[in-house]
């Protein structure tokens, strides 16, 4: 195991067993709890995949793995067997925390040129499509890793509820239909994908279609059956790499070695503390758990909870430590196997309180750059890209084991090529698609040979100060996850709200000098006042985000579904608006009404 800091490893032994598991059943949207443990996903049947494994007797891995492989069937838009993935754990029992890393790798003939054509480099929307930007896929070895330490049922059993998906067929629902018509041109490139969610006018097929992957089953049942290295050895890796080489559209250069090769990593996590909890994650190659972390850690001399959530102060200083955050994030974080990360540097007390020391309440910094901690390489500016490729769930067990896993194919539909009924991932546009920059300075992110790219996934579990796990949480939507992230938890330690009150929140996205407020959002009203502290570019977006959580709160878990996705439903019967008073509004109520009446009687 790679160890990051001496003290992160340390600190783990003090921790405390975790809060036994309710007996009663805890109800919610989205969320799939049956008085042993809770699983929370964007989607309430992959919710409820999780949770007839944890019925079974499953861990909490073992439910996340399968819920991350019906989210595969049911989300393909968002994640897959032809992507990778972070896991974070809690083990109840040893009250340790891991880590596991199945990001994507590049193929060994990639380089800094990787992403150039005729001497230059291609944008990011011609990279996506094809073959290049396609990484050796991670989930698989991923999940085989962690089910290896924290398995309890046998791993053909985790892919049960995904194969019936595939084999007797889902129904399309809104969010599945929307990415179909926003991302056609991507969704729709290979044959069969344009036979299954495509009508002959090029029209998605509408909203609660029962949908069939007879391709997608076989691959699932092969996986389970054989074991995870068939997917890296054999007739699928060498589907993979036929797919990639052949492609029409920016065609790569893997090798069947590539895929056999590559390899998931068992690694410490990343934590420190904020206002006494433990905030723990994901690291390089992620930038997650840091860029989190030192955006917190920098306003902890603020008292936020005495400014309250509705206060444009509370968020103008937010948007402060988040462009100080990002500014570290984009010189120094990439694969910590390939360049030198200053871990130890980035999440010193000192350092970010030299940070924060650079915050005003009453006025914008003109200028944000990145500091200078301890260890800091020379290394220059890369290239960011936002995307919505992407899927968070959190599993808890009954005894009290946490799974926070999120899951990636980077784009919605990745490449948008697809072997074997799934899609292959984008993930090599996460690296800077340029090796230097204007300085002349290599990239810390830039395309190498069997590097991973950086990512913004941060897998957490954030644990109250007596030891227990108080909170686990994670998002999708590229760069944003670690401002929806660290939001979610402002908003529990901070401002005292629930989980899905917290997620609820409106997203507040400062990476650099621009300031994104969420469209339509109560963050409208304070754009003026943002403007007043001095922010000059503040806009709006569109709400493209999506975090899902489980919280110990009142003696049992509770899930927490983004109200902005479809996970806010409840995992069974759902679709009766009047038993979901809680989080329903009236247009999602009718679209799902609607839907109900065209859904299998089983589902
Ligand atoms: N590929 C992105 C990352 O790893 C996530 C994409 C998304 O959230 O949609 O940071």
């Known amino acids: 195991m790679r160890r990051f800091a001496p003290f992160i490893a340390a600190a783990f032994l003090a921790l405390g067993g975790c809060a036994t598991i309710p007996a009663a059943p805890v109800a919610r949207p989205g969320v799939a709890s049956d008085g042993v443990g809770s699983v929370s996903a964007a989607d309430p049947r992959a919710a409820e995949a999780g949770a007839s494994i944890i019925r079974q007797g499953g861990s909490a891995v073992d439910a996340a793995i399968a819920t991350m492989l019906a ?14 993935s972070f896991i974070v754990t809690f083990d109840a029992a040893k009250a340790t925390v891991d880590t596991y890393n199945g990001r994507e790798t590049a193929p060994a003939a990639a380089g800094g040129d990787w992403f150039f054509k005729d001497g230059k480099a291609l944008t990011v929307a011609e990279a996506i499509p094809g073959g290049k930007s396609v990484g050796v896929p991670g989930n698989i070895r991923n999940a085989a890793l962690a089910h290896q330490a924290h398995g309890k049922l046998p791993w053909l059993s985790l892919f049960q509820p995904a194969i019936a998906l595939a084999r007797d ?12 018509k926003t991302y056609a041109a991507t969704g729709a490139l290979s044959a069969d994908a344009r036979a299954l969610f495509y009508q002959p006018d ?11 992957i007879p391709a997608l089953a076989a691959t699932l049942t092969q996986i389970g059956e054989r074991g995870p290295d068939s997917f890296y050895v054999g007739p699928n890796a060498q589907a993979i790499v036929a797919s990639v080489n052949a492609s029409p559209v920016n065609p790569s250069r893997m090798t069947t070695g590539d895929v056999a090769t590559f390899k998931a990593e068992h690694l410490a996590p990343v934590c420190g503390l904020y ?28 008292d936020l909870g005495a400014l309250g959530k509705d206060n444009p102060v509370a968020w103008h200083l937010i948007a402060e430590s988040m462009r100080l955050a990002y500014a570290d994030r984009d010189r120094y974080l990439a694969d910590a196997d390939y360049v030198r990360v200053p871990l130890t540097g980035l999440l010193d007390t000192a350092y970010l309180a030299s940070r924060s020391a650079l915050i005003s309440p009453d006025r914008t910094m003109a200028n944000v750059t990145a500091g200078v901690p301890s260890g800091a390489p020379a290394t220059a500016l890369g290239l960011e890209t936002v995307e919505q490729g992407t899927t968070h769930f959190v ?3 009954r005894y009290g084991n946490v799974a926070s896993m999120t899951s990636t194919i980077e784009s919605p539909f990745g490449s948008g090529l697809r072997v074997g009924g799934y899609y292959l991932n984008n993930e090599l546009t996460d690296f800077s698609l340029t090796p230097t920059g204007a300085d002349g300075r290599p990239v810390a992110n830039r395309v190498e040979g069997g590097k991973r790219p950086r990512s913004s996934m941060a897998p957490t579990i954030v644990f109250s100060p007596d030891g227990k796990v108080r909170l686990a949480v994670g998002a999708a939507g590229g ?8 939001k979610a938890i402002i908003g529990v330690i901070d401002f005292n709200l629930s989980a899905r009150e917290a997620i609820a929140m409106p997203v507040l996205f400062a990476p650099g000098d621009t300031v994104f407020v969420e469209k339509g959002s109560a963050h409208e009203a304070m754009i003026p006042a943002l403007r007043a502290l001095g922010h000059a570019d503040v806009r709006t977006r569109d709400p493209s985000f999506k975090a899902n959580a489980v919280e110990w709160v009142g003696g049992r878990w509770v899930g927490a579904a983004d109200p902005r996705s479809e996970g806010r439903r409840r995992p069974r019967n759902a679709f009766d608006p009047a038993s979901d008073e809680e989080t329903r509004d009236e247009e999602d109520g009718r679209r799902w009404r609607k839907l109900r009446s065209n859904i299998s009687p089983t589902w």
């Open 275 to 302: 206002r006494g909890y433990r905030i723990c994650g994901m690291g390089p190659p992620s930038s997650g758990a840091t860029t989190v972390f030192a955006l917190l850690k920098q306003l902890e001399r603020f």
């Open 202 to 212: 090029g029209s998605p097929v509408p909203v609660g279609t029962i949908v069939r």
């Open 169 to 180: 067929g889902f129904a399309v629902t809104p969010r599945l239909y929307a990415s179909l």
């Open 479 to 486: 760069a944003t996850i670690i401002a929806q992230v660290a």
């Open 395 to 397: 599993a808890v067990d």
């Open 71 to 84: 989210l595969n069937v049911i989300e393909p838009q968002s994640s897959g067997i032809g992507g990778g």
